[in-house]
T-cell receptor
């Protein structure tokens, strides 16, 4: 079964809009939640990450919101740009483990 | 900057062939991983290694084996390639078990088995 459920599978947004990708998990041992960004022809790369002791983390136009009680976290991309078009993966990792569990990915297309 | 290099960008092999996918990292990372990426299925872990000569099965190890004779190199082996192993293969590395150690991925090898 999927330990990290990611939605939507694909997302189309107009330039300047807000892109929102959601993830949910069941394993309460997860304590580190990174997001990876993958451009076509490239491997995924770490975009931003959050620990469960904070509810929000912002880096530029990218924000992670974290709801520990609901076991959900989401990525918000403000003022989305065509250059943000990529596949985004959420992930979760349990303390002491070096293996993240990935969501299935969201293909984001930002139209100019 | 960490660099993970996969030896082939594209590979075409025939059913039944033995296939080697090579990966080298240059940052002295302890951990190395092999994933396959398929549309709609995301990143699925095949094998990982936390030290030289050490390996652990991931979620989908069937039909694959790995070799790690040197710290910087991690090889994925398809003993007898089959068409259902046509996929994008991604290698990654990370440093130990420190809290904020991200995975660093190579750019992938797209394998086609005919």
């Amino acid at each position: 079964q999927q330990q990290v459920k990611q939605s939507p599978q694909s997302l189309i947004v107009q330039k300047g809009g807000i892109s929102i990708i959601n993830c949910a998990y069941e394993n309460t041992a997860f304590d580190y939640f990174p997001w990876y960004q993958q451009f076509p022809g490239k491997g995924p790369a770490l975009l931003i990450a959050i620990r469960p002791d904070v509810s929000e983390k912002k880096e530029g136009r990218f924000t992670i919101s974290f709801n520990k009680s609901a076991k959900q976290f989401s990525l918000h991309i403000m003022d989305s740009q065509p250059g943000d078009s990529a596949t985004y993966f959420c992930a979760a990792r349990a303390g002491g483990s070096y293996i993240p569990t990935f969501g299935r990915g969201t293909s984001l297309i930002v139209h100019p | 900057d960490v660099k993970v290099t996969q030896s082939s960008r594209y590979l075409v092999k025939r059913t039944g062939e033995k296939v080697f996918l090579e990966c080298v990292q240059d940052m002295d990372h302890e951990n190395m991983f092999w994933y396959r990426q398929d549309p709609g299925l995301g990143l699925r872990l095949i094998y990982f290694s936390y030290d030289v000569k050490m390996k652990e099965k991931g979620d989908i190890p069937e039909g694959y084996s790995v070799s790690r004779e040197k710290k910087e190199r991690f090889s994925l082996i398809l003993e007898s390639a089959s068409t259902n192993q046509t996929s994008m293969y991604l290698c990654a590395s990370s440093r130990g078990t420190t809290y904020n150690s991200p995975l660093h991925f190579g750019n992938g090898t797209r394998l086609t088995v005919t």
